[in-house]
Every structure is written in C-alpha cells, then in structure tokens.
C-alpha cells in the first residue's frame, strides 16, 4: 500500500487538512438493517423517476444521496469527490492552478468561511480577510451550496475574473470584491534578517512543498546564525497548514532527541502513532524562540506550535489559532471518484486536542481592530466609500495625508482613534502594492515579538 502525504485544497477549496492517498477498501457485508433501508432506497428512487411531477437526472439523484450521506457525519471536512473534483484534486498536488487565493472551509451550519487568504494572490491584495464569510460567488448565494460547489464557481480560467459577496464580523453591511483569477503559485517561506536587532523573522504561508521547504528552511536558519542571530521570529499568522511530516520536521529542529511533537489517534480514542524529535545534525536548542499566531493559523500551524509551547521551547504571541485538529484521508472510489474521509485526529505533546478550539498563546495580542463604539462608524466609513474615494485624490501615503485624512473624518462626524484611522487609510492605499516583509507600524503582534526577545538578550 502506499501512503502519499499531501496538502489539502489550496485557493478556493477547504481548509488545509492532511491528507494521504490510499487504494479503494473492499466493502464489506452490510447488516440486515441496512439491506432493508437500501431497499426504501431503491424504492424512493424509482417513485421519483417514474412519478415525480418533473423529470429528474439520475445521476444527480444518487450523487445527492451520497452527499447527503456524508453531510450526515457533521464533518464539514469529509466530502465526496465527483469525477471533475477529484480530478481537480489531483491537479492541486502539482502546485499550481488559475483561481484568486483564498483558503476556505465550511463551517456545521453551512456558512462558507475564509480561513485565510493566501501570500501575494488577489485575494490577499483585494484585502479579503480570515474569518469573512463569502455569502455569494457570482451573484449566486452560497447559503445553499456545498464547499465543492463553491471550488467549482471560484475557480476558472487565467485571465477572467469572479465577483465575491463577504460579510465581515464587524461590519454591518456585506463587501463586494471582483478579482481577476491570476495562476497561483506560492511563496511557502520569506524571511529577513534585523542587523541591529540580531534578530531573524521567518514566515511560513504553508506546510507545503516537503523537501524544498525543508531544505529552504534549513539554508535560511544557518544564514541567520552565521549573521549571529540572537533571536527567532516564526510567523504563522494565516498560515492554514498543510502537510503533517513536514511540520513534524521543522518542529525537530528545535527539540532535543526523544521529545515528543504530535500524537494521533483514530476511531475510538486508539492511539495510532507518536512522533518524536530524532537525532538529527542540525538542531537549534538554546535560541530565543517566538511563534506568531492569530485566528487564521490552523492544522500544521497549530502542531508546530504547540509542540513549541507545550516543551516551554517557544512563546507564542497573538490570538487564538483556528482549531483544525482532524487528518484526512482520499481514498480513490470507482469511475474516477473519491471521497475525502476524516479518519484520525491530532493532539498536542501534553495530550491536548486543539480541535474546533484552538490554541492559545502565551501572551495575547490583538492586532488593530474596530473598538464596539467604533463599529458603526467604520461601517459608514466604507459604506459611503470615503477612504476608496479619498485615496482616488491622495495617493499617496504620506504624513500629509494622514493629516487630511483625520480632518476629513472629524468633518464626517466619524469618531474613531487616529490609530485605527491611520491603519484603514494605509490599507486602502497600499492594496496592491509589494509591502514590505516587516512592517511594524501597524502591527502590534510583530511588535510584541522583538520586544519579548529583546528582553531575553
């Protein structure tokens, strides 16, 4: 049998799960009450196809009871692939694909929900944001639509564009976003290196990619140590994980030999197998260590730190993780279908599973975000377009324009802290532009970060 240790769907498709491809199972015998309920089946079906008032199409019929099926588990990750999903599948394990670069999943009551949106896409330059809920694709609205459904209508052809309704958490009304599907090709690891700091900055987009990544990993942490690095930044923020053994190795780099990383367990709490750190030649035991989170870094993320935190290795700083704490399989099914089955779940070396919760960090940092009394006026802020409309006049993000920008929201009525006003402003005027790596001006988190390793020199 051969395992084959994959990501899970990138831009447009479901959160980032660990997935393995294995050969179809052979079915074993069903039970008296089954047969009997196969029989109803077979019944229902050919009532519809005889006497139903409209003409129906059978495969669509037994496609929706095989869907329904398995929306029965209540696991929003277990989904049946038809023939163009499965084959799309297989299409995403080679790294690229035309489509705008956002991470999503479905939430148990249906909503489709942005995990995160992914490095240097158009959905990340359009600023669409983890936790958004896309309620339509299209002008189709996706309160009825399944997460292949929404693959299918989000994906396309290189060149031609898709329209997205959102609703954000703390804005009233909806956010229409019309991208261009660009190829998505992705930038796993970026790094830089503070001189005068002496500290490194390392961000991961995705576990993915094994052997370059790992390899690309390595080469940039001895780089930083020779510089005489004295401290380490991971940011993990909207990272929504990938694949399991590569998160598994970039963890050993940082625990001695033996300690544990992850645990994971099947059906009835059994225990499958433990992964431990190994004696490899390359370890970093002693450097200062902080991992950033925030509620997009899910999956591998979590694992990665988690092992950190539970070993006291490393200090985890943001919001809390995703909670994606559940391994798939794709199993490949007749006629070129397959079906994507949760079949494990993971836990952390103190026995920890973060599923639907999440991990929290050791010190909590909130990145800037509307205040309750600023909500209504942040909603008028983008309702009657007045930073898209201002920037179309100032360009330029300037302390002069900061200036004006101020003045003409105090001239609005708009009362919210010049931080937060600054912060929207820079935002709108800095979409779609190359930014740079560490930007500290608005970013508490970060900010954080090399305040806790300055304090550890």
């Not at 669509?60 to 329904?68: F, N, P, T, V």
């Not at 959905?123 to 639509?145: F, L």
């Not at 975000?369 to 201002?390: C, G, H, M, N, T």
Request: aromatic fraction near 8%; proline fraction near 4%; charge should be neutral.
């Amino acid at each position: 049998m051969k395992n084959k240790e994959r990501i899970l769907w990138m831009s447009l498709c479901s959160l980032l799960a660990f997935i393995t491809f294995f050969p179809t199972q052979k079915a074993k015998a069903i039970s008296t009450e089954a047969e009997k309920l196969l029989q109803v089946f077979h019944e229902v079906s050919t009532l519809i196809q005889t006497d139903f008032v409209e003409s129906t199409e059978e495969k669509k019929l037994y496609i929706g009871a095989i869907r329904g099926m398995i929306s029965s588990l209540g696991d929003p990750h277990t989904r049946f692939l038809d023939e163009d999903e499965f084959k799309q599948l297989q299409e995403e394990t080679r790294g690229s694909f035309g489509g705008v670069g956002i991470e999503v999943t479905q939430t148990s009551d249906g909503q489709l929900l942005v995990v995160t949106p992914i490095d240097d896409t158009p959905a990340m330059r359009a600023g669409i944001q983890p936790q958004d809920k896309i309620i339509e694709i299209n002008g189709n609205p996706t309160e009825k639509m399944n997460i292949n459904e929404a693959v299918k209508l989000m994906r396309g052809t290189v060149g031609s564009s898709v329209t997205i309704k959102i609703k954000r958490k703390n804005l009233k009304e909806p956010l229409t976003f019309t991208l261009n599907r660009e190829l998505i090709k992705i930038q796993f690891i970026k790094s830089e290196f503070v001189e005068d700091k002496k500290i490194g900055y390392l961000r991961i987009s995705q576990f993915m990619g094994k052997a370059e990544t790992l390899n690309e990993y390595r080469s940039i942490l001895k780089s930083f140590l020779e510089k005489g690095m004295q401290g380490l930044i991971i940011d993990l923020r909207s990272n929504p994980g990938g694949l399991l053994d590569l998160a598994i190795d970039l963890s050993d780099i940082f625990l001695s030999d033996g300690k544990e990383i992850v645990s994971v367990k099947g059906r009835g709490n059994k225990l499958e197998k433990i992964y431990t750190a190994q004696n490899s030649s390359f370890k970093i035991l002693d450097l200062p260590l902080v991992i950033l989170m925030n509620n997009g870094s899910a999956s591998a993320s979590e694992i990665f730190a988690g092992a950190m935190q539970d070993h006291s290795r490393g200090i985890v700083i943001g919001t809390q993780s995703f909670g994606k704490g559940s391994v798939q399989h794709i199993y490949p099914l007749s006629h070129k279908t397959g079906i994507a089955l949760t079949i494990q779940k993971y836990y952390t070396p103190n026995g920890t599973s973060i599923h639907k919760k999440g991990i929290s960090p050791n010190i909590v940092v909130n990145p800037i975000a509307p205040e309750e009394e600023e909500r209504v006026y942040v909603e008028k802020i983008f309702k009657d377009q007045l930073v898209s409309e201002f920037v179309k006049l100032h360009p330029d993000y300037t302390e002069q324009t900061q200036e004006l920008w101020l003045k003409k929201l105090e001239s609005e009525g708009i009362k919210i802290r010049p931080i937060l006003a600054k912060y929207l402003l820079k935002r709108e005027a800095t979409l779609g532009q190359k930014t740079n790596l560490i930007d500290l001006e608005f970013d508490p988190q970060l900010a954080k970060a090399f305040e806790v390793l300055a304090q550890k020199k």
